[in-house]
């Protein structure tokens, strides 16, 4: 089992991942817009198109987003 900690950089990658990962198994349903996701340890925004499931940007976003 993969225990990581909120602040860890691999967290938001694991997040990100588990979510874009449910939104591609879902998006047959026909699912579409953005999902943004806030990562305050990396002070980043990532952007997920919720139809393929994909990382389409990522912006800072200062501290404490």
């Known amino acids: 089992m993969l ?3 909120r602040s860890t950089p691999g967290y938001a990658l694991f997040v990100a991942f588990a979510v874009s990962a449910s939104l591609s198994a879902q998006s047959q349903d026909g699912l579409t817009g953005t999902l943004v996701i806030l990562n305050k340890g990396e002070a980043t ?3 997920i198109d919720v139809a393929s ?3 389409v940007a ?3 976003t200062g501290q404490g987003p």
Do not use: C, S
């Open 3 to 5: 225990l990581l900690q």
């Open 45 to 47: 925004a990532t952007f």
């Open 53 to 55: 499931g994909e990382a």
């Open 58 to 60: 990522r912006l800072p």
